[in-house]
């Protein structure tokens, strides 16, 4: 037997300090934000047994009601059947291959190479880098020349989420909007004094955040894809184009400020990680850790929001007041929202929309109910934060008139949301933090979704709708959600309807004076996260309810705290700290890191959710040095993933480069868009 794999550093989360300090401002350095007594899974056992008898009932007439049902393909399966959570089904592979259908590649090994790793066979380039001109006018990308004026016209910093849309009437072209998280400015500027930034310096900053929409051309005969600069929809948003602010709190007192008496207008969209793809068209994106550029907090909603008492990191408040809260102290409620963009208009006011709540954003991705009404599913990435969904009272219009797209643009401004509530049905005496499972053989269990607030009535006791969308995390911790590790992407299965929700690790977990392991989040200092699976009942989005169990418990195989839906362990690829999470279309679950603490670079994995191989993991390509794997896609021909920040370990610079990639020796290292695709031309995995 092989020795467990090697933890590397110290630092929570496994992530290099550099890292921590500019992606969160050092989140697992400051006070856990929720610090609410209310109760957590290990207190809610009473009754579970019960319940779990009632759940399992339900199953066996899901699978009745399911039997003989073609699965559903598509970004979001309208009336996907939610398979039982009892036993696998689906059929056996055919003749010699090997891997569930999608899966079928020699896995890459785990590695510390200073580049983009993919399985034999396949290869590989880079979409867009950092800085490359994507607007009319916009020069070509200088390190040594930068300016404000130049990067609102360039591809943005640190790429996050990825979508690739259709685009009608021209042949072998896409769109794509990709997501740009933070910057990193000892990485981009020679001779950065943190402690003394120029305004040239925050302005380029500012312009290098936000969202970038690009068209995209394949090369025929092979997977590669470039961008189309200067094409019209082209589009740059950055931290201070115009937002507008929509639904049951625009307008509210809270949301008002010295430079927007209306409460309305918003400039910029900050630290967006995740998001989604909406069945209508659009992209969701989610503003995560915000509460990091914001000075001098004082309430206790800027607490507990994670907001410091102090000057920021990027000192962006010596050059606008608007993020010294001391001046303005409601501009910080004006982030923290799920934006939402229309790609296909590039004129267009992308939207902040209340009606889904105010928290750190990781994910926003829908599904539609069995009568199209659209259902968002949201993790909020933080320590013993919660889990989240809005059902819209609205329901979509098919087809792409002029009619149509103006009411989907109103479909997440109406309607509910809901803070989740998980209950184990093990005895909590078997629950001993150490990740062993229970006497059942499962982490699993039952779930109630408490409603907050529709519309302008608020559910939550001692809160007014408005404080419920703007001070969203108080409003869980009054209803009593369930704290969990980090809950950060989110995506429902297009096949089965099932929900994969990534717990990305919560080494706070049983420390003291703090929640101790529950049958969701079973290990004390959890290093190594856990993907949990969520059926609702009788596969009704809009529920009040659900069946969940932990799919993967995520670490080295040899380490028994590990869990794989039970397909032996010795046949998957060890992998830690899941992040974002997407589907391909034979309904395998893909699952990229952040933070690896087994030794290797972050990578990319795929893991069969259903059949036999059922928790059959696959590693498909590791990163460079110091770098993230985000924004995951999948097609039939093509796996695209954002490289987040190359190069940024401790101690580097743009001087003192910790990675050549993706240009080589001599040139700065650049967060960049990737393509890996089969060299003689077949489907991913087939």
């Not at 094409?231 to 400020?257: C, K, Y």
């Amino acid at each position: 037997m092989r020795n467990l794999l090697p933890l590397i550093g110290s630092h929570p989360g496994g992530r290099s300090a550099l890292t921590c300090r500019y992606r969160c401002g050092d989140a697992c350095f400051q006070d856990i934000p929720n610090t609410s007594d209310n109760e957590y899974a290990g207190d809610v056992i009473a009754g579970a047994l019960s319940r779990r008898s009632m759940m399992r009932a339900a199953a066996v007439v899901t699978v009745a009601a399911a039997a003989g049902t073609a699965a559903l393909a598509g970004p979001v399966a309208p009336s996907a059947q939610a398979a039982p959570f009892a036993g696998r089904h689906g059929g056996k592979p055919g003749p010699g291959t090997s891997g569930a259908r999608g899966l079928r590649f020699a896995p890459v090994a785990p590695n510390t190479a200073d580049a983009v790793t993919v399985p034999e066979g396949y290869g590989q380039n880079v979409v867009i880098r950092w800085g490359e001109p994507i607007l009319r006018g916009a020069p070509a990308f200088d390190p040594d020349k930068q300016s404000a004026k130049a990067q609102a016209g360039q591809f943005g910093y640190n790429n996050d989420f990825l979508s690739l849309l259709p685009l009608r009437g021209e042949r072998g072209r896409q769109v794509l909007v990709a997501n740009h998280e933070y910057t990193d400015e000892i990485l981009m500027f020679r001779g950065y004094d943190p402690a003394n930034p120029t305004r040239e310096q925050v302005e380029i900053a500012w312009a290098a955040h936000g969202l970038s929409v690009v068209v995209v051309q394949e090369e025929n005969r092979t997977g590669k894809l470039g961008p189309v600069s200067r094409h019209p929809l082209n589009r740059r948003l950055t931290a201070t184009s115009e937002f507008e602010v929509t639904g049951p709190a625009a307008g509210s007192p809270l949301l008002r400020t010295s430079a927007d008496h209306t409460g309305r207008k918003v400039l910029g969209t900050l630290n967006n990680c995740a998001g989604g793809t909406t069945p209508w068209g659009t992209t969701l994106h989610g503003e995560e850790n915000f509460n990091q550029y914001f000075a001098n907090g004082s309430s206790a909603t800027d607490k507990r929001y994670g907001i410091g008492t102090a000057a920021t990191e990027r000192k962006w408040e010596r050059f606008d007041k608007r993020f010294d809260l001391a001046q303005e102290p409601n501009e910080a409620h004006r982030f923290g929202w799920v934006v939402e963009l229309d790609p296909y208009d590039p004129d267009s006011t992308p939207r902040k929309r209340t009606a889904l709540g105010r928290f750190k954003h990781e994910a926003a991705q829908p599904r539609l109910t069995a009568d199209g009404r659209p259902v968002v599913y949201m993790g909020d990435d933080e320590r013993f934060d919660y889990f989240y969904k809005f059902v819209s009272s609205k329901r979509m219009k098919k087809g792409n008139s002029r009619a149509a797209r103006e009411h989907n643009l109103t479909l997440l401004d109406e309607g509910t949301l809901y803070v989740a509530k998980l209950t184990g049905d093990s005895p909590t005496a078997e629950l001993d933090g150490t990740g062993k499972l229970p006497a059942d053989g499962e982490f699993d269990g039952s779930g109630v979704w408490i409603p907050l607030a529709t519309g302008t009535t608020s559910h939550v006791p001692g809160m007014t709708a408005e404080e419920v969308y703007v001070f969203t995390r108080l409003a869980g911790d009054k209803v009593g959600a369930t704290k969990m590790d980090r809950p950060e992407d989110v995506e429902p299965s297009p096949r089965t309807g099932r929900v994969y929700i990534a717990l990305t690790n919560n080494t706070d977990r049983g420390k003291a004076g703090k929640p101790g392991a529950d049958e969701a989040n079973p290990r004390n200092a959890n290093k190594h996260g856990q993907v949990l699976e969520l059926a609702e009942h009788g596969d009704d989005p809009a529920g009040d309810g659900f069946a969940w169990r932990l799919f993967l418990v995520a670490g080295d195989p040899e380490d028994p705290a590990t869990y794989f839906s039970g397909f032996p362990k010795e046949k998957v690829s060890p992998i830690s700290c899941p992040d974002n999470v997407a589907f391909d279309d034979h309904g395998n679950l893909w699952i990229s890191t952040d933070g690896n603490q087994l030794g290797s670079h972050d990578g990319l994995f795929g893991v069969a959710t259903q059949g036999e191989r059922r928790g059959e993991l696959k590693q498909f390509l590791t990163v460079p040095k110091g770098a993230e794997t985000c924004g995951p896609l999948i097609q039939d021909r093509r796996v695209l993933v954002a490289v987040q920040h190359p190069g940024e370990v401790d101690g580097a610079s743009v001087e003192k480069p910790a990675s050549t990639w993706p240009d080589g020796p001599g040139k700065i290292v650049r967060p960049s868009v990737v393509a890996v695709w089969r060299k003689d031309g077949g489907d991913i995995g087939v």
